[in-house]
DNA sequence: AACAAAATTAGTAACGATTACTATTTTAGT
DNA sequence: ACTAAAATAGTAATCGTTACTAATTTTGTT
């Protein structure tokens, strides 16, 4: 299927650049309707998960029950704060080198790994969310 | 409250015990009923959460949509088939030399990480499953 | 500019995993 | 046996997400 043009998508990519801190789509629903009040929340979900598809955006899965988005494709990993919940990056050195590890005891091909960080971020930490 | 004797628990627990294929609620649920037919779904549920809770068993969040379960509390990695969807368990040496790499960079308190690695299970490789 | 085929949408219904609720039953200490 | 606390079965409700459908929009072609 070739990809036409949407205002809707459009602005669902413009959100989420100008965002850093991965929204879920709930979010990214709220605020697009601020510029197109009509916009459904399926539209939402659906060009998510088609950007997402096409490598245009990140899908975070941090187990929190609910799918965060990033528009920031490099390489990156991801903080996940256990008491607001909110996501931040964090950028460090990336560690693919743990795969050849992991493939000495294992079988089958391993395609890639995730991993992410949790804890208690800046703010929580200070006490300023309480 | 006071933690009280229940065969169905027991059922829960010692099911989980002789498996090493990471079950999720609903297979736990229809094995379990083999043993006791009236158990209910709400109650495997609720004896996963309470057993994860204090630690007696684990709770894996792989990103495929339902939550797995692990007698096994050792410290191990996991993998997961993104063909199958089986998950198997992958020894290798802790990888916790990550977080003062992580910590570097980041102004709130990490306390731990979630790494799993994903590919095609060996029986999927070989084209034992299609 | 009008036309038509394909893609996209809004709106709503459906879905799967999980949690919440409630009346009844079970446990365990007296 | 008596009783309070905990647990259960069964069901309803919730949440995030996907599926469906008729109407609209895009885009290439006349």
Redesign the interface.
């Known amino acids: 299927m070739a990809l036409k043009y949407s205002r809707q998508r459009e602005l669902i990519k413009n959100f989420l650049m100008g965002r850093r801190d991965h929204p879920t789509a709930e979010i990214v629903y709220k605020n697009v309707r601020q510029q197109n009040p009509n916009i459904s929340l399926g539209t939402v979900y659906r060009n998510l998960t088609l950007l997402a598809d096409r490598g245009e955006i990140q899908r975070l899965?941090l187990?929190d029950g609910t799918d965060h988005f990033d528009a920031d494709i490099s390489p990156h990993?991801h903080?996940i704060?256990?008491e607001c919940g909110c996501v931040?990056d964090?950028?460090?050195?990336a560690?693919d080198g743990?795969?050849d590890?992991?493939r000495?005891?294992?079988?089958?091909?391993?395609?890639?790994?995730?991993?992410?960080?949790?804890?208690?971020?800046?703010?929580?930490?200070q006490g300023i969310n309480s």
Chains 1, 2 share one sequence.
């Open positions: 899965r187990g990993y903080f704060c256990r931040q964090l950028r460090m050195d560690i743990i795969l590890g992991a000495q005891h294992f079988d089958g091909q391993i395609a890639g790994h995730i991993t992410y960080f949790y804890g208690t971020c800046a703010q929580c930490s």
